[in-house]
T-cell receptor, first 111, second 114 residues
Framework: ETGVTQTPRHLVMGMTNKKSLKCEQH?????MYWYKQSAKKPLELMFV???????ENNSVPSRFSPECPNSSHLFLHLHTLQPEDSALYLC??????????FGPGTRLLVL | KQEVTQIPAALSVPEGENLVLNCSFT??????LQWFRQDPGKGLTSLLL?????REQTSGRLNASLDKSSGRSTLYIAASQPGDSATYLC?????????????FGGGTRLMVKP
């Protein structure tokens, strides 16, 4: 078990729903990340937060809205998603640019 | 823009074989390369991190090498076991970007048969 937890582990939502994914790290890291892993595509970086400040937004649509209230917690707010947004969403954390530690992911299905 | 390619995409071997997984990247301006393991439906586990000043790193039956000039890394698994079955991913940050922005390859899905 890693020091990065994600909830929920599975989520089914309709296109008009609003939901949030939560990530928490217990490793004392100062950087947190959201990744998307779709079938048959490489893992894609979505957002990077360093010291609670968003430093990267990898051209992610505005229907995905991240929030980092403190260095231990990261949220991904979802609204009006599309079926093609169905994927495994992975959170990770690191101390600056050192090894990233990943959570188990949230498997999202958009109907 | 950094691109990372992994060959082969899938590999099936009998237990006990030694095997090599390949990773290539287009921009050699990296300061480290990481190999990860991912079990089905799970998150990633870091296996090895090689700094750009290093040629290789070893952990148990795993050995990773790095040749920056040619844009290549290999992961060598000795005496493979069924428990090694997983997807193996390599990832590189790029110096020109924030050092913690990782670009991943598509992975090699390994199946070790008893």
């Amino acid at each position: 078990e890693t020091g990065v937890t994600q909830t929920p582990r599975h989520l089914v939502m309709g296109m008009t729903n609003k939901k949030s994914l939560k990530c928490e790290q217990h490793l004392g890291h100062n950087a947190m990340y959201w990744y998307k892993q779709s079938a048959k595509k490489p893992l894609e970086l979505m957002f990077v937060y360093n010291f609670k400040e968003q430093t990267e937004n990898n051209s992610v649509p505005s229907r995905f809205s991240p929030e980092c209230p403190n260095s231990s917690h990261l949220f991904l707010h979802l609204h009006t998603l599309q079926p093609e947004d169905s994927a495994l969403y992975l959170c990770a954390s690191s101390h600056q640019s050192e090894t990233q530690y990943f959570g188990p992911g949230t498997r999202l299905l958009v109907l | 823009k950094q691109e990372v390619t992994q060959i082969p995409a899938a590999l099936s071997v009998p237990e006990g074989e030694n095997l090599v997984l390949n990773c290539s990247f287009t921009d050699s301006a990296i300061y480290n390369l990481q190999w990860f393991r991912q079990d089905p439906g799970k998150g990633l586990t870091s296996l090895l991190l090689i700094q750009s000043s290093q040629r290789e790193q070893t952990s148990g039956r795993l050995n990773a090498s790095l040749d920056k000039s040619s844009g290549r890394s290999t992961l060598y698994i000795a005496a493979s076991q069924p428990g090694d079955s997983a997807t193996y991913l390599c990832a590189v940050p790029t110096l020109l970007n924030a050092g913690n922005m990782l670009t991943f390859g598509g992975g090699t899905r390994l199946m070790v048969k008893p």
